[in-house]
């Protein structure tokens, strides 16, 4: 597919549109910091912005544009800690043959074990990940670790890219995204401050693991250099790991830890599974038991 004729830009506009259609948006530090960086490859468009509103802690876009070779959405969205609302999440890495995608309202808890965290957002939406299930099929073996963070909803996929597949991932993702600003509309705030650091600690596990262990950083490094890519992913996209807890990535995932210890580069220690789609239509999980990896 000619790379020219499609863009994320109206995913974010559309995300951005909605918003401010129910809350205030404020812009983030974090957005006048990186929004002029440049590729190396004076070729990529790179567009960076980050928000905050009173119930959302973290609302950050990063798209990264070549039309000539690819397209990269890294769009992700935070409640306040307060809140135990999902993590917005839409991955999409573009080439002109393959696009590889992950839609999701990522849980906080372990919705395998929590089943009242399952009921309390998922039941509802199951209807969604059966409206794509056919256009966006399950994307095949996946590195096992990211299971744990993916919800019985989740849209994972790697597809031949075209103009409809494009068309039908924005309709995914307006139907994600609306459903997300749902969530945030409807949720109370929290007053027991034992069940605030909960929620805050599972935000900081979440964005330790993906500042740690992302798949799109090597393309990152090659782009920006080593230091600019790491200051992106810790103080862009995954804002927080550096303050929204203490604890370390082998605090979090002791089973990483080499021999020298230090953490294994290793994107798994499990290897890759789940051929096929892991959740029935129910959202019961039935891959089996994820914490006997
Ligand atoms: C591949 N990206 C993948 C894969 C997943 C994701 C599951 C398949 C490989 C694997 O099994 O891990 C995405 N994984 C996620 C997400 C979560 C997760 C979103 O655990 C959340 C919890 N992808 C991007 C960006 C780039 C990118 C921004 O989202 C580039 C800048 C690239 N993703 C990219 C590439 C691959 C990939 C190149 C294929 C290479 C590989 O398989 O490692």
Redesign the pocket.
Known sequence: MDLSTVSYQKFVRFALEQTKLRTTLTPLPSQEKFKSIKAKDDKSVLKAISFCAPKIRLLRS?T?EDSQS?L???FAAFSKPEYDVPIF?A???TTPSRS?V?L?L?PLYDVTTQHNYKEKYYKKLMPLSEKYSELLPW?G???S??MK??SPVVI?T?VASSQPVHDVLFSAFVDYYKAWLELIDETNEEKDESRISLNCEAQHR?LT??AE????????KK?FGETLAKDLVRQF?FDGVDSLGSKTFLDYFPEYRSENGTVNKK??MVG?SYETRPWNSQGEFIGGNLNED
């Not at 262990?213 to 990152?220: R, V």
Request: hydrophobic share 45%; glycine share 4%.
């Open positions: 990063l990264i690819v990269v959405l890294d999440c991955n999409a890495f590889i992950v999701d990522n994307g073996k996946i590195t670790e990211s963070f993916f994972w790697t979440y693991w993906r262990k992302d798949p799109g950083y090597p393309i990152l782009l996209l994107r798994s890759k």
